[in-house]
């Protein structure tokens, strides 16, 4: 089985493909959907795509980690971290083409 990495060509194709617009309309509109995401988490707030999932930024506080090597403490600075917790209808989607063979 290989696995594919979906690209932002990708998606630009199957918006040409599906809506009709001329591929360099489609490739725009793709950056701007992926543009919006991007400055709304970057101001902070949590982006919801019904039946996909939801993105949030989450600040983590300092803490002591350890060097797995060396065994030495190290402090780990605080940072902001992305998460995503996809929906229900992605889970059970993902999970029916485990059992599913697929095509």
Known sequence: ????????ADLAEAVYGT??????????LVER???MITDALVE???VKL???GSFQVRSKNERI?????????????P?????????????SRINKSMIAPVK
Not at 19 to 28: F, I, K, P, Y
């Open 19 to 28: 809506v009709g617009l001329s591929r360099t309309e489609s490739a725009e």
């Open 50 to 52: 019904s039946s996909f």
């Open 79 to 91: 940072r902001q971290v992305l998460v995503f917790k996809p929906s229900n209808v992605l889970k």
């Open 1 to 8: 089985m290989t696995r594919k990495t979906v690209t932002r």
């Open 65 to 77: 980690g350890r060097n797995p090597k060396t065994g030495e403490e190290v402090p780990i600075l």
């Open 33 to 35: 959907v992926l543009d």
């Open 44 to 46: 902070g707030e949590n």
